[in-house]
């Protein structure tokens, strides 16, 4: 059985500078398959200082159209069509994501990139439009997404099952909403946004932002049965203190493990 491995190429949340904007990779064998890419080019120093190719990545899933997760998507296309121009990358990139914000990533590129590569569009760059339940095959798992119903803009999550028969779900970057509650439940795994601790909401106001706190995604946690808690897109105040200081924020309201990563941690999920 080849364990999948969790690969955190960023933990904060827009306005961060000392940590990349959240996304990540789900890594199975040398496949990878990522979720968002963060707001810029820096993404290619995260992925450098992962060990992580561009050949490796085949499939590439955008939650949303906030620029803290797409506008890196703009860049790893980039780098791929030239690869794919010069001979350098092999098969085709599948990109996942809602009708709408399909549209707003091929208008970028068509107004940011040369012709050469936005011609690989519908050929060796396909789009895979998204709505909620739909399920497609990535790195030989069955991946559901689902709407996350956001009260700011259109976003999508998605659930799937691990090599051991677990269940992983990610919520995206706003709290849980009662309508998912078919695609969360049964999760060993969930991965959760949580902009700061409950003792300083007063400070960050995550609620004005439509974010949680470390309390209520555990609280969550605890009421769906989960059992490994993935706590990220936060903010930057408390970096070298942030994992022991939500853990023991957390701990008050989830029985389970709570991860804190920073990023470029590595969370082994099959065990």
């Not at 439509?210 to 605890?222: G, W």
């Not at 939500?246 to 389970?256: N, P, R, V």
Request: proline residues 2%; contains cysteine.
């Amino acid at each position: 059985m080849k364990k999948e491995k969790l690969i955190v190429l960023g933990t904060g949340n827009a306005m961060v500078s000392d940590c990349y904007n959240t996304c990540f990779v789900i890594k199975r064998g040398r496949e990878c398959f990522m979720v968002d890419a963060g707001g810029g080019n820096g993404i290619f120093h995260q992925m450098k200082a992962a060990n992580i190719a561009p050949e490796q990545v085949h499939h590439l899933f955008v939650t949303h159209g906030h620029t803290d997760h797409v506008l890196g998507v703009i860049w790893i296309i980039r780098q791929i069509a030239a690869m794919m121009l010069a001979g350098k990358y092999e098969d085709k990139l599948h990109l996942y994501c809602h009708d709408a914000l399909a549209d707003t990533i091929r208008t970028i590129c068509t107004l940011t990139l040369q012709k050469k590569l936005t011609d690989l569009f519908d050929d060796r760059i396909v789009f895979h439009v998204v709505v909620d339940g739909q399920q497609e095959m990535i790195l030989g798992r069955s991946i559901t997404f689902f709407d996350i119903h956001s009260t700011k803009l259109k976003q999508f999550g998605f659930t799937t099952e691990l090599a051991d028969g677990a269940k992983l779900t990610c919520l995206g970057d706003e709290p849980y909403n009662p309508l998912c509650e078919a695609y969360v439940k049964g999760s060993k795994w969930l991965l959760c946004e949580a902009f700061c601790l409950y003792g300083e909401r007063d400070i960050f106001k995550p609620y004005d932002k439509h974010h949680s706190t470390v309390r209520e995604a555990c609280e969550l946690a605890e009421a769906m049965g989960i059992q490994r808690l993935v706590l990220w897109h936060t903010e930057e105040k408390n970096l070298k203190r942030r994992k022991k200081l939500y853990k023991a924020e957390g701990k008050a309201y989830f029985s389970g493990k709570i991860y804190v990563p920073d990023d470029l941690d590595r969370i082994t999920l099959s065990r």
